[in-house]
């Protein structure tokens, strides 16, 4: 018999199908509902006078429908315990679940994208829910500010300036559930304004091509060299760029390369959309203030706590200025919940998100050690790119070596690399991505001693 729980249906909604005699109807629609799941085990079912009620059917016909489906083992029942579904066998919930499941796990886990979730400030993260819950005004309680919540904007501006060297104001600042939604609406401002095709690295991030080939945008691929974007390449007037530390190639926007963007970006008057993805994790160089800075005019800079917190926060920003204010004019277009932002700009007031960042800055950097320490003994003759910075670094073989087989034998022993072919358009660039921010510092070096033993002899 299956173990009672303390759900209670007291609503069913059940659809009598008007075949035969009533009991029988409301059988085979309660059956309906437990095998497929939508009534799960465990779960007590109203009396049989509120269900025919709800049924709008005699109390016999409900009684007499229980009483088949406890013979059948649908249900079970016991006095003064009501009745409640003891089915345990497979339903098209379960069967979700199951394929879910399925879905591939790894023992190690070098993908490129996640911060380290283990680290999420569980408890500063609920303190600051409950403070946001308390003293958060009762006329932001309504339908929120396009715009973003206002505090939230003004504690963003503050923070932009003084760590990223941004020129911003909270009225420039745009709170958007993340990277993706913001160049989602700044897309189809573009082509509001007749931009038809914006450029990108290439390699770089496939879901935000995607995500910009969604809007109607057409997108040219820009090569990316040892000095970052390669600037004279530039045709149109819009480019998405990750200066700072481009993905997946790790490289910096070389000084002269910065300025000649804001060149092309003032002649052509066009607009340039700087992905400021991972600028808080900084090891061997100092911090490389934002493009936005230097050209606010031009420059439209984009940002999420999807690295520094976590993808499920879902809150991120851009900041517009000038002109492209206009890129703003979509109404239709809300930010994440005011609660949740209320409870970032908590959590940003407090002080608690500086020192989670810097606790995940000497985190990450004793982290990136032990993976150098590892690669230099495993792979001493790779090549090694893109790490005095960020989450991930590339890895690039001696001698030519097919990374799509490799990265299939080594998911076949458990181990998840990304070959850096996986983010290429026309770029003959080719080697590995690792990523390390949510690997555990104890796994590191057998990982890394799992993928040697996948190289081909």
């Given amino acids: 018999m299956a173990k009672q729980s303390t759900r209670a249906a007291w609503t069913v909604v059940l ?11 409301v059988e085979r629609a309660l059956r309906g509902a437990i095998r497929s799941g939508r009534v799960s085990t465990g779960t007590v079912l109203p009396p049989s006078r509120e269900l025919a009620a709800q049924l709008d059917c005699s109390r016999w016909a409900v009684t007499q429908a229980y009483s088949q489906l406890v013979t059948e083992g649908y249900l079970a029942t016991r006095v003064g315990s009501g009745t409640w579904v003891s089915w345990s066998g497979p339903t098209q919930r379960t069967s979700r679940r199951t394929a879910a499941a399925s879905v591939a796990t790894y023992r190690f886990d070098l993908a490129p994208g996640a911060p380290d979730l283990r ?5 500063r993260w609920a303190e600051a829910a409950r403070a946001a819950a308390r003293t958060v005004p009762t006329a932001d309680l309504g339908y929120p500010d396009e715009q973003g919540y206002l505090p939230l904007r003004e ?11 941004a020129i911003v104001s909270a009225a420039d600042v745009v709170i958007r559930s993340g990277v993706s939604a913001s160049v989602a609406q700044l897309c189809v401002g573009l082509r509001a304004m007749g931009i038809d095709r914006i450029a990108v690295e290439d390699p770089g991030w496939t879901r935000l091509r995607t995500v910009i080939e969604s809007t109607g945008m057409r997108v040219d691929p820009v090569p990316v060299d040892e000095h970052g974007l390669q600037v004279e390449r530039l045709s149109g007037r819009a480019v998405v760029v990750t200066a700072a530390h481009q993905f997946p190639t790790g490289v910096v926007l070389a000084p002269h390369r910065r300025l000649e963007l ?12 700087e992905d400021d993805y991972d600028a808080e994790f900084r090891y061997d160089r100092s911090p490389v203030g934002t493009l936005q800075g230097m050209a606010p005019e ?25 002109p492209w204010r206009k890129l703003l004019e979509r109404p239709s277009v809300l930010g994440p919940s005011t609660i949740s932002q209320a409870t970032f700009a908590e959590l940003m007031a407090a002080g608690a998100y500086d020192r989670h960042l810097r606790a995940m800055q000497r985190r990450y950097k004793r982290r990136r050690d032990l993976v150098l320490t590892a690669l230099h003994h495993e792979l ?9 910075a960020g989450l991930h670094l590339t890895l690039t073989p001696p001698t030519p070596v097919d990374t799509s087989q490799l990265a299939a034998a080594a998911r076949a022993a458990g181990t998840r690399i990304v070959p850096l072919a996986d ?15 949510n690997i555990p510092d104890n796994e590191i070096s057998p990982a890394i001693h799992t993928l040697r033993g996948c190289l081909p002899r």
Avoid at 16 to 24: A, I, P, Q, S, T
Avoid at 155 to 165: N, P
Avoid at 380 to 388: D, E, L, N, S
């Fill in 15 to 25: 659809t009598l199908d008007g075949d035969g005699k009533l009991h029988r109807q």
């Fill in 119 to 123: 680290a999420f400030p569980r408890t």
């Fill in 155 to 165: 504690l963003m501006a503050d923070y932009l300036q003084r760590s990223r060297g």
């Fill in 262 to 273: 804001i060149d092309w970006a003032r002649r052509t008057n066009g607009v340039i959309l």
């Fill in 298 to 322: 031009h420059v439209v800079l984009l940002g999420s706590v999807s690295k520094t917190l976590s993808p499920a926060i879902g809150i991120g920003w851009f900041v517009a200025q000038g």
């Fill in 380 to 388: 001493p003759t790779w090549t090694i790119g893109g790490a005095a």
């Fill in 423 to 437: 983010y290429r358009i026309h770029s003959t660039q080719d080697g590995l991505v690792l990523g390390y921010g």
